[in-house]
């Protein structure tokens, strides 16, 4: 490894602010390292005024975060960034628009939980998930993993609305018992709907790092072992 120039990610942010923090923690956490010099350089824009996602694509009255978020990856480029990652599952709506902005390559994060399935649950058949209804309007996991005939499955209407609540809530700082323990009520929901398997695809969800009965497969985790293993060239793949 030494001898090999390591790469500089680039991370779009803001999306939520805390989601961002909780994705750079788990960088930190998954590099192995015996001094800072060991880490990997990251150019963060947490911008939380990228317009909102929900308020484009649920409430379709919205400004289009297109943009702004093309903008924050040339600046990203301009920075010294080698590569780009978009810190926010939701925010993938927009991954060509940012993609074609740049020079560099941009990680697909969904792109990666799907080959994260298949090279570890090659049998898997469908899959659970756990997101904004942001995720099941744009059919965005639904356009990877039923080219794979993997079928995808979300809460009731329901339990879809406590956990649009939950994700609120964590997006207000709002992270107290109530808020753990409705999260837990939507995982036994999709736990006995015969659901073995789900993602967490809001990284709002991921920064609660809750134990629930469910097993589960985190977006924000993948993606972040996804940046160390390009970073420090253990990787040949960027984009799937």
């Known amino acids: 490894m030494r001898g090999k120039k390591e790469k500089i990610v680039g991370i779009l942010g803001g999306m939520g602010p805390q989601a961002t923090v909780d994705l750079m923690q788990r960088i930190i956490q998954l590099t192995k390292a015996l001094d800072d010099i060991d ?3 990251c150019i963060v824009d947490n911008n939380p005024k990228i317009p909102s996602r929900i308020k484009a694509i649920i409430e379709k009255n919205g400004e289009d975060p297109g943009p702004c978020m093309a903008d924050m990856a040339k600046r990203l480029e301009t920075w010294g960034a080698d590569f780009l ?3 926010c599952n939701t925010a993938h709506y927009y991954y060509d628009t940012v993609s074609r902005a740049v020079n560099i390559p941009v990680i ?3 792109d990666s939980v799907l080959d994260h399935v298949k ?8 899959v659970g998930i756990l997101a904004s209804p942001a995720i099941r309007i744009t059919r965005l996991y639904e356009k990877k993993f039923n080219s794979v ?5 979300y809460p009731d209407q329901k339990y879809q609305d406590i956990l649009f609540n939950v994700i609120k809530d964590v997006k207000a700082g709002s992270i107290g018992s109530s808020v753990l ?4 009520d939507v995982c036994h929901h999709l736990k006995n709907k015969e659901i073995l398997t789900a993602v967490i695809a809001c990284t709002e969800l991921s920064a609660l790092n809750a134990k629930t009965s469910l097993k ?3 977006a924000a985790q993948i993606l972040a072992q996804k ?6 060239n253990n990787s040949s793949h960027i984009v799937s």
């Not at 090279?119 to 469908?126: A, E, G």
């Open 39 to 41: 880490h990997i350089r």
């Open 119 to 126: 090279q570890n649950q090659p049998d898997c058949s469908k």
């Open 149 to 153: 005939d993997i079928k995808i499955v």
């Open 227 to 232: 940046i160390i293993d390009i970073a420090k």
């Open 85 to 87: 990652a978009i810190a």
């Open 216 to 218: 589960t497969i985190d």
């Open 108 to 110: 697909n994060m969904i």
């Open 181 to 184: 323990e409705s999260y837990t």
